[in-house]
């Protein structure tokens, strides 16, 4: 090999590794800026989030992971509901009516601010189903605005998408367009942490 | 005299005396980054964390020299070899450390910063295998004048080439991976 040659497959190298480095780095500052953006004194990440969907792409708690997401299912999809809320029913059987819920491969799970009984009987026929009684802390965690809502995990707990429906809102077609980015995203890591493997 | 060998083995000679310097000052915390990993024998751990310094800072000393054209070919190539193996070692190790300790934040115990054993430090230590295998396999030898690439021109490309591949290959770890404390919601509130 030359040694022109040489040089440049040295430079090419050298380059890539740097840049990968830098990549890093841009995106530790990118996420850092977004905290600051959130107030500069916020001790924890998220914490000067407002509503949930300023929150996606962050990973919860690996306590609240552990109750809330299903681990044989690739996403589980939280609905946020009040007992006696109307727009709570509608929204849960709609979703159990689903096909992706009704087979399971979305897991859903309730958390609700009273009781889990009405929520159990509206999303009765969803596959995978659980219920967190008493959830206003965790509610009060993730920032949720009002019920119902709706928030998408996947698998490692990371927030995915997040939305608060209205009478007219099509859940089906919402799961399926965020079930699709999800596809897309697959080849890419699955949090903000880059990792090969 | 191959630029890309006496780059390569510049580069993994200027990771591995930094790893080694680390690893002497500080075997305590070798020794508590192996208790850590949880995959050696605890027996083992105080003498692998007394003795991996100076290997590497041996292997280091024989890369540099080599790259230089001080030491002989031979006794470089197998000082050379031994710098791979122990370089793909690490990548062996790390790699099942990560999937045992799947979840959970190790240090990597690599001598290169404070960093958890990730994805990113089975990649660097691969890197530094593949570096180390390059500078043995690549034809070494005298430097000698090239068309239009003096010695020196030659000896300055391979510096920074050499340079640049250990400052990358060394920082890639701590570059690619972000905090879990950036990530996680911990103490999320309204």
Do not use: K, N
Request: aromatic share 4%.
């Amino acid at each position: 090999m030359s040694f022109t040659a040489s040089a440049l497959v040295l430079a090419f190298v050298a380059i890539a590794l740097l840049a990968l480095g830098l990549a890093g780095l841009l995106r530790q500052v990118s996420l850092l800026t977004q905290q600051l953006d959130g107030g500069v004194a916020a001790p924890h990440p998220g914490a000067g989030a407002r509503t949930t969907r300023e929150l996606v792409g962050f990973r919860v708690p690996g306590d609240l992971a552990a109750e809330l997401v299903d681990p044989a299912a690739p996403h589980t999809l939280l609905a946020f509901v009040s007992p006696g809320c109307s727009s709570c029913s509608l929204t849960l059987r709609a979703l159990a009516a689903d096909p992706q819920v009704a087979d399971g491969s979305v897991a859903l799970t309730l958390v609700s601010a009273g009781s889990c009984e009405p929520g159990l009987r509206d999303a009765e026929g969803s596959l995978r189903l659980r219920c967190l009684p008493q959830g206003r802390t965790v509610m009060d965690r993730l920032a949720v605005p009002a019920t119902p809502y709706l928030a998408l995990l996947d698998a490692s707990g990371t927030l995915r998408a997040a939305l608060l429906p209205e009478e007219d809102t099509d859940l089906g077609g919402w799961l399926r367009q965020v079930g699709t980015t999800l596809q897309q995203a697959a080849a890419r890591p699955s949090t903000r942490e880059d990792r090969p493997s | 005299m191959s630029v890309l060998a006496v780059a390569s083995a510049w580069a993994v000679g200027l990771v591995l005396l930094v790893s080694g310097l680390s690893h002497v000052r500080a075997p305590r915390s070798t020794q508590a980054a192996l208790s850590a990993h949880d995959l050696l024998p605890s027996s083992t751990h105080r003498w692998l964390a007394l003795v991996l310094g100076p290997v590497e800072l041996v292997l280091a000393v024989a890369l540099l020299a080599g790259g230089l054209g001080v030491l002989g070919g031979p006794v470089a190539r197998v000082l050379g070899l031994g710098a791979a193996l122990l370089c793909l070692g690490f990548a062996a190790y790390l790699r099942v450390v990560l999937r045992r300790t799947a979840g959970q934040e190790v240090p990597c115990g690599c001598g290169l910063g404070a960093t958890p054993v990730t994805g990113w430090s089975v990649v660097r230590a691969g890197l530094l295998g593949a570096l180390a295998l390059a500078a043995v396999t690549l034809p070494t030898g005298p430097w000698t004048a090239l068309p239009g690439a003096p010695v020196w021109a030659q000896a300055v490309v391979a510096a920074a080439g050499g340079l640049a591949l250990a400052v990358g290959t060394a920082a890639l770890p701590a570059a690619r991976a972000v905090p879990a404390g950036l990530t996680t919601l911990t103490g999320a509130a309204r």
